[in-house]
């Protein structure tokens, strides 16, 4: 196998067929702010994702590509509303294919990635993992959000029920019912 040196960024546009019958690793990195699909679903565009991918056949002589990806994003925190650390780590194991018709034949541990000839934008790929590996509901690892707050003991919400309490109109009604009833009953007596 052919191996490209390891450099700092990872080539966007590449041949993934070529590649495979070439037998090409490439290694590198890709500033987050080119992934604008995946920046969508994240607090923040800082950042890299690390990529190490390689090219070849596979026993039935499919042309292949399997990686590996990491990254380290800021997700928004469903708890807190805070930018919250997140570390993916995924891996790809794709089977280059012309058409979905051949997608169908391929074995059931690859995935099909529909190819057509020339060059192709290796980091939609990338940016189809990373958004297939993010967690539906992301949070801090550790409390961000006080007990108390979800604690039917809290003192905003004793406060609540005690001023429900003292101000119960029909507490104010019953008084007076009352003070109208005292009155009619002495003047009854006296006469």
Known sequence: MLNTPSRNSLPRRIDPRKFAQQGIIITGLVELALLPRVCSALCSDEGEIQASLEFGLNEQRLLCLCGQITASLQQQCQRCLAPAPLSLSCELQLVMVWDEET??????????????????????????????????????????????YFSSKDKCVDKVVSHRQQGNPFQVLEQLKGALLTPNLTSRDEK
């Not at 541990?109 to 992301?138: A, C, F, H």
Request: glycine share 4%.
């Open 103 to 148: 997608a169908i034949n391929i074995p059931k541990i690859y995935d099909p990635w529909v190819v057509g000839e020339g060059q192709t934008d290796i980091y939609q790929v990338l940016e189809d993992e990373l958004l297939l590996s993010l967690p539906i509901v992301s949070y801090h690892e550790e409390e961000c959000v006080p007990k108390e």
